[in-house]
Nanobody, 115 residues
Framework: QVQLVESGGGLVQPGGSLRLSCAASGTIFSISTMGWYRQAPGKQRELVAT???????NYADSVKGRLTISRDNAKNTVYLQMNSLKPEDTAVYYC?????????WGQGTQVTVSS
């Protein structure tokens, strides 16, 4: 069984920073693409950023230049460094990983940007 466990969410003021982490555990041989998605109240879940096992990244236009995705393959962990946060970044952030072409999701971590 595979589990993804996120950490690092919380309350931050506009312009502040947070770093999210997501560690995969269980029976894992290799992880291909990992990513972060988010869902704001009343909205659909949307892509934030993805990263392949080789380090290629993809970002939503709304977060380019402010959020940075990275991963540590040895630790089966993906990170999301979030800088210059805006109130519209408020959402539940979900970690995603493709393992043997099967998508797995974390439980989500709340990020609230408010003064």
């Amino acid at each position: 069984q595979v589990q993804l466990v996120e950490s690092g969410g919380g309350l931050v003021q506009p312009g502040g920073s947070l770093r999210l982490s997501c560690a995969a555990s269980g029976t894992i041989f290799s992880i291909s693409t990992m990513g972060w998605y988010r869902q704001a109240p009343g909205k659909q879940r949307e892509l934030v950023a993805t990263i392949t096992s080789g380090g290629s990244t993809n970002y939503a236009d709304s977060v380019k230049g402010r959020l940075t995705i990275s991963r540590d393959n040895a630790k089966n962990t993906v990170y999301l460094q979030m800088n210059s946060l805006k109130p519209e970044d408020t959402a539940v952030y979900y970690c995603n990983a493709y393992i043997w072409a099967v998508p797995y999701w974390g439980q989500g971590t709340q990020v609230t940007v408010s003064s």
